[in-house]
């Protein structure tokens, strides 16, 4: 995987983990965790958008985030790490029991760069596999797949079209005014 510009240190890194943690035990107990932004050093306190996916063992856990830059990074991933835990609606909310097994992986975005669209061949053309998340939009509906799902999903049409679905569109829909976005992560886990 790419990585943004930030490039966080190896204790920034496990900082970061330890807030998507800390957020997630307080949604536990009922909580919500206070993140004092002004303790945390300079570049955690950059706004940037963050996805928090969670695993337990090799399943899919919850996975949420934010597209736009919103707020202060440690913000960001402790606001992410409780709702990927406990609001993401295809799960039921993580349990005690779970959380001692629980992996956590953070993905930092890199501003989104516009992508030509005219035709999907275009945007076939410049996507970039194991590197692209990628962002599509038309009309009310949206949707992206970070990075990540290269891994499941390695070919370009593949990965393209199945994001369609995920944004409510048919797998051969296409037209003018889709808006496709590319953007890179860093990776925390």
């Known amino acids: ?6 490039g966080y240190t190896p204790a920034q890194r ?20 206070a993140v004092k932004t002004a303790d945390y050093p300079p570049a955690l306190r950059e706004p940037h958008a963050t996805f928090v996916t969670l695993h337990v063992g090799t399943a899919l856990r ?14 960001d991933v402790a606001h992410n790490a409780r709702a990927a835990a406990f609001e993401d609606t295809r799960f039921a909310p993580l349990t005690p029991v779970e959380f001692g097994r629980l992996q956590i992986h953070i ?6 760069e516009s992508l030509p669209s005219g035709s999907e061949a275009d945007v076939l053309r ?3 596999p194991g590197v692209d998340g990628l962002i599509l939009e038309e ?14 999903l390695p070919a370009p049409r593949d990965f393209l ?3 369609k679905r995920k944004a409510g569109l048919p797998v051969e829909y296409w037209s003018r005014t889709i808006r496709v976005r590319r953007y890179t992560v860093e990776s925390i886990a």
């Open 139 to 152: 009309g009310m509906h949206r949707g992206t797949f970070l990075p990540a799902v290269w891994d499941e």
């Open 14 to 33: 496990r900082e970061l983990l330890a807030v998507a943690r800390a957020s997630i035990e307080a949604g536990l107990r009922g909580e919500r965790l």
């Open 62 to 75: 919850g996975c949420v985030g934010s597209l736009e830059t919103r707020r202060p990074l440690v913000e």
């Open 126 to 128: 410049q996507l970039r």
């Open 107 to 112: 993905s930092v975005l890199g501003a989104p």
């Open 161 to 163: 079209r199945q994001l």
């Open 1 to 6: 995987m790419s990585s943004n510009e930030a």
